[in-house]
């Protein structure tokens, strides 16, 4: 740091209080949250948002395992169990993991975690949220309306595709994609911005948290990756409603284009959802190992190299349909190279724990868990990667198996885990000890006999997405454990529920650092208030609690009469200048009404995107218009900005 | 529905519970060469994950149970520069051997697919399997016209002879898989490609759609028929004769039935005026052991209920409910039968 | 109750509220957002390539498009990077009548480039529903036509901000920004332009 430190200040705390609870304040009431744009409140809203989204998911999942559990079982008709399945994965895909693991661990964490007052960009943020909502219910309205999606959550052409989907219920599938996609995307730049510009000063690259390694490596991974799902979706789109013939073979189309738009797409989408789980481990790891995480440099350099290669390996999805061998082979060995970042992480991980001293509390636990279940998933991937095994494992059982295994293992029990290691932040209090052990061991138990037993169905010749099976097929027996094991999971996740509804009336206090652990969200109040951090900090080690000087310096000279906050750069984070954040507002509500309507407009009516567009504009001139709510910036000073640097 | 047959007794439990491992429809009981290498390569695997596999968990064990504390207050933080230096070397030994496996498992998949994918054979059968939703159309091409055999779902093949499959689809995209003859491959619309197979034991080998493509992805089965060279030759002779005119005046009925009724609109029997190809031909139904893509036993029972109401039994099929006069629909499946 | 305490403190109040390129973080968000749309018209470049390998001759029925209008906007194009230049350098003095006249000079082109597209529109021989080829070339050039019209309505918006007296601080710093996606959109012009234009000729 160039910047001269002044010694021994004397700061007055109570006034800065008041004034930035009332700077920082977000509006109340019924409008008021539709007005919220702090980085906290949009953070939960995510979390939960996509918790019940997650809820509504594993209902469906429920429904195909009663609908499994005996050869030629009754309960769901193939269309009925068409929508369940496709619906289920949609969820799970993108209304839950995407929005639980990224945007809404990223989005409350970011800006805590960087020492900072909110995030950039907070009402591209709000928005973003909204938008998800929207596209969330528009796949489930779908569904209760009895014509929900139905070709699965990739919806292959031809499938899919105008003539042998009529209809509206693949326009659905392919808007909410869209819906979630803009949400994800708009996230995205603005956990990157936050990364890269607005944390502590001191907190360089080399001593940035790796949590934030791996927001800032998701948001470019979504960056690149997302383009294409909206690019193949929109085609699939225009296909049903204004005839193009993106996939029709007898005109030149092509359907394998949507498979490789699709797994361009796809299979980075994996890795968005896996690295988060990841680095709630590496967060926990050190923290109740009480040492510093052994391995920081390779393991963020395997956070970027698998971000890196998860680029490479999509067509290791279409072994099956008969590629060149040369092709096969490249993916093949792509795919197995992308274990070695993964395995390098475990090793650093388990040398964490050898040499550390542990305490395995509830969130451990389920860090176990992950390392347990993961490894049968990671393992199992290493068949997969291989032609020959995929040409007969792909699309049966073994592969819904496998990828249970692994989004499971490596998003869900990181995430229980993550949960049971922030809620005290958020809620301010603790979750029972007790309940949460019982909510492990039921959903680690359950988990296992439910989806262990499907290689053994893949094995013996189950294709996935059947509605039923005959009972000459000798599947029933396993079929029936599998569903057995899922009733056990149900237990654990209601088990959970009823944790957290009485944690949070009832549960003990948990003050700011109920772990003793070492990234700044821990240095402030649980649950934080509107402005974060009273005293901006200073940062002078990877795990900022932790390596604190006995007299580490805060940052003084932003402005609390107007949501100002400190820009520093990439690099070395060297305060640069100050900017004010945009406060409360309604616009960008207002702007994803009018941005979901012309959405949903375009399903029904090839003008409608046209039309739509006009409400789209209006809105957006009310969000960005300036208004001249704060006192003009000190002109003296603009001059000197960095224009020619 | 079918209830789960009742358990008298120990040892009928140990065999309901062994029968979910075994059959004929199973990747790991391969009955001819390309199974087997791909069988061969999944053990090897399988024996080098499982070893990591307990090496890991072992690893975490005793890594979770050297230095765990009881203790309820969260630790201060400690140094430990000596074990970080430890742990570089083990770390890094652990990367290597994890890169030296992973090229040995490239390798040994790379000389396997070659294996599977690259045969040769101065003489093979050539068949042609066009997916449709929800059967398959199987094909014997040949250069004349009247020396092609046409059926559905059930491909007859000679034991220990190359076989090759052609591949395309009528409609969207299928995935045509016998587990315990090779595996799957991909019917695309558009797309023609081609892979062996081959049988080395006499038996019926059952297979199915894999790849989701709609309502009866379900019901979509086929059948292997590997059988020695002359029963095939037999087979392959009768199956070239265009349906014989039936002599019973009960069958001759039941022609006419075909004839005036909805069937002609969709299937062909050869030697008729039915010729449309929208459904399978059914020039030789009556050798064919299942009807409706391996949905039920081809009896006159499950012939009638198929053709008087084909959508309770696969919902969504393409075929129209037939509401026949009782004689009429007698007749029409003693016809049926005749076509040997 | 003011507590009091003494810790040493970096002072930052003499920093600026306002930064001028690679430092601001408007700066930083738009140019994640050429990335996206960026990564849009690169994954429809490699479809038109793929869809290519698909049919014997490029355009497999069609005529190729004719190249009149479409190399009179590309020139159109590139002279217009001479206003956004010019606006980009007079941003950061905060003089408001040559911001005027850049965002000005900035949207007439904009205007004519959009004229001129409506004629490109009406010269591809060929429509989105005729076969792939017609499907690809129409959604590169439509995507590529809603990139003109956002980016003259962000050049209109801003011009009408300048007549107020908030065209100053961060605004200004949105002039600059806004040159930087018309650059953007120049080049992927100029892109889109050899596909649809040169590649139906010899490929």
Request: charged content about 10%; proline content about 7%.
């Amino acid at each position: 740091m160039n910047m001269a430190l002044s010694e021994q200040i004397v700061i007055p705390q109570g006034n800065a209080e008041l004034r930035l609870a009332r700077t920082w304040a977000q509006p109340r009431g019924f409008w008021g949250w539709f007005m919220n744009v702090h980085h906290t409140a949009i953070g939960v809203r995510f979390m939960v948002t996509s918790f019940i989204f997650f809820l509504l998911g594993g209902v469906l999942a429920a429904m195909m395992r009663l609908q499994l559990s005996r050869p030629e079982n009754g309960v769901l008709g193939p269309d009925l169990y068409n929508q369940v399945f496709t619906v289920h994965g949609s969820t799970m895909i993108f209304l839950f993991a995407v929005p639980m693991m990224f945007q809404g661990f990223g989005v409350y964490l970011v800006p805590l975690i960087c020492g900072t007052r909110n995030i950039a960009f907070p009402r591209l943020n709000a928005f973003s949220y909204y938008l998800y909502v929207v596209g969330g219910l528009l796949l489930w309205v779908g569904l209760l309306l009895k014509t929900g999606a139905d070709a699965g959550w990739f919806s292959y052409v031809p499938l899919s595709g105008p003539e042998f989907t009529p209809g509206k219920r693949s326009d659905f599938w392919a808007q909410m994609i869209t819906f979630t996609e803009v949400s994800a995307l708009g996230v995205a730049i603005c956990i990157a911005t936050t990364i890269l510009r607005q944390r502590a000063p001191g907190m360089t690259l080399n001593r940035m948290p790796i949590i934030l390694w791996e927001k800032l490596v998701i948001s470019m991974a979504v960056i690149f990756a997302m383009p294409a799902v909206m690019v193949v979706s929109s085609m699939l789109l225009m296909d049903r409603t204004i005839n193009t013939q993106f996939f029709n073979p007898s005109v030149g189309g092509d359907v394998l284009l949507y498979q490789h738009l699709f797994w361009f797409f796809g299979h980075p989408e994996v890795y968005i959802i896996f690295l988060p789980g990841t680095a709630i481990v590496s967060t926990l790891v050190p923290v109740f190992t009480r040492r510093h995480i052994f391995g920081y440099i390779p393991i963020v350099t395997s956070v970027v190299a698998t971000a890196f290669l998860g680029f490479g390996v999509w067509v290791h999805h279409m072994f099956a349909t008969g590629l060149p061998q040369m092709s096969e082979s490249f993916f093949t060995a792509a795919s197995l190279m992308i274990v070695v970042p993964t395995a390098v992480q475990f090793y650093c991980w388990l040398a964490t724990i050898w040499h550390g001293r542990l305490q395995l509390k509830l969130p451990m636990l389920w860090v176990f868990g992950f390392f347990f279940v993961f490894l049968i998933g990671g393992l199992s991937g290493v068949m997969l990667a291989s032609v020959p095994v995929d040409w007969q494992v792909h699309d049966t059982f073994f592969v819904v198996a496998h990828f249970h295994y692994v989004l499971i293992g490596g998003a869900l029990f990181p995430m229980f885990g993550g949960l049971y290691f922030w809620i005290p932040k958020i809620t301010g209090r603790m979750m029972n000890d007790f309940l949460g052990k019982l909510h492990f061991w039921l959903f680690f138990i359950g988990f296992n006999v439910t989806f262990f037993t499907m290689h053994f169905l893949g094995l013996r010749g189950m294709p996935r997405r059947v509605y039923t099976y005959t009972p000459e097929m000798h599947w029933g027996g396993l079929n029936m454990l599998a569903s057995g094991g899922a009733l056990i999971m149900v237990a654990g996740v209601i088990v959970f529920l009823v944790n957290f509804f009485q944690s949070r009336a009832t549960g003990r206090l948990a003050g700011p650092n109920p772990w003793a652990a070492g990234s700044l969200e821990w240095a402030v109040p649980s649950p934080p208030p509107h402005y974060n951090f009273l005293e901006l900090p200073t940062v002078n080690g990877r795990e900022a609690v932790w390596d604190a000087l006995p007299n580490q310096p805060i940052v003084t000279g932003v402005r609390d009469d107007i949501p100002e906050v400190l820009v520093t750069n990439s690099l070395d984070s060297e305060p640069q200048h100050k900017d004010e954040l945009p406060g409360p507002s309604i616009w960008p509500f207002l702007t994803s009404i009018a941005v979901s309507i012309a959405f949903i407009w375009s399903i029904f009516s090839s003008w409608g995107i046209a039309y739509g567009a006009i409400p789209v504009v209006i809105t957006l001139i009310g969000w960005l218009w300036p208004r001249g709510h704060s006192p003009a910036p000190r002109l003296e000073t603009r001059m000197e900005g960095t224009w020619t640097r | 529905m079918n209830p789960i047959p009742p358990i008298s007794g120990l040892g009928s439990a140990v065999a309901l519970f062994l029968a979910q491992f075994t059959g004929e429809h199973n990747s790991l009981h391969p009955a001819g060469p390309q199974a087997s290498d791909i069988e061969w390569l999944y053990w090897v695997i399988f024996w080098i994950i499982f070893v990591a596999f307990i090496l890991m968990i072992t690893g975490f064990a005793r890594a979770a149970a050297r230095n765990r504390t009881q203790a309820a207050e969260m630790l201060p933080i400690m140094s430990d520069p000596e074990g970080d230096r430890r742990a570089t070397w083990a770390v890094s030994s652990a990367v290597a051997i994890t890169v030296l496996t992973l090229f040995a498992v490239l390798f040994m998949s790379v000389i396997t697919g070659k294996k599977v994918e690259g045969r040769t054979s101065t003489n093979p059968i050539t068949i042609q399997i066009t997916g449709h939703q929800w059967w398959w159309e199987v094909q014997y091409p040949s250069p004349q016209a009247d020396q092609t055999i046409t059926t559905a779902n059930e491909i007859h093949i000679p034991v220990g002879r190359p076989v090759v499959i052609l591949t395309s689809s009528a409609d969207v995209i299928h995935s045509f898989w016998a587990p315990s003859v090779n595996g799957k491959r991909d019917l695309l619309p558009g797309y023609s490609s081609a892979f062996w197979i081959q049988i080395d034991k006499p038996g019926t080998y059952p297979g199915r759609c894999a790849e989701f493509c709609g309502l009866q992805h379900a019901h979509m089965g086929f059948s292997i028929i590997a059988e020695d060279d002359n029963t095939f030759k037999q087979w392959e002779q009768q199956q070239l004769k265009p349906a014989a005119d039936p002599a019973d005046p009960e069958a001759a009925h039941g022609k006419q039935v075909f004839a005036t009724h909805a069937c002609i609109m969709c299937h062909t029997i050869r030697g008729t005026d039915a010729g449309s190809r929208m459904g399978p031909d059914l020039t030789h139904l009556g050798s064919r052991q299942m009807i409706a893509a391996e949905t039920l036993p081809n009896t006159r029972g499950a012939l009638a209920g198929w053709i008087i109401d084909p959508q309770r039994i696969k919902p969504g099929n393409h075929m129209a409910p037939n509401l026949l006069e009782p004689d009429d629909l007698q007749a029409l499946i003693t016809y049926l039968q005749t076509l040997q | 109750m003011d507590s009091v305490r003494q810790r040493p403190v970096l002072d930052v109040s003499d920093l600026p509220s306002v930064a001028f390129g690679r430092s601001n973080t408007t700066w930083l968000a738009n140019v994640f957002y050429m990335m996206i749309e960026g990564t849009m018209f690169a994954l429809l470049f490699a479809s038109y390539f793929y869809l290519r390998t698909r049919t014997s001759s490029w355009p497999p029925i069609q005529a190729p498009p004719n190249v009149g209008y479409g190399i009179a906007n590309g020139i159109v194009f590139l002279l217009s990077l001479i206003p956004a230049r010019y606006a980009q350098k007079v941003a950061p003095t905060g003089n408001r009548g040559k911001i005027q006249l850049a965002l000005a000079g900035l949207a007439v082109f904009a205007i004519v480039n959009m004229v001129l597209r409506g004629f490109e529109l009406a010269n591809l021989n060929c429509r989105w529903y005729e076969n792939a080829y017609g499907s690809i070339v129409w959604s590169l050039i439509g995507l590529h036509t809603g990139h003109l019209i956002t980016e003259f309505l962000e050049t209109a918006t801003l011009l009408g901000v300048s007549f107020t007296p908030k065209m100053e601080g961060t605004r200004l710093a949105d002039v600059a920004i806004n040159s930087d996606y018309w650059y953007f959109v120049v080049v992927s012009a100029v892109l889109v332009d050899f596909l649809i234009y040169g590649t139906t000729r010899f490929l």
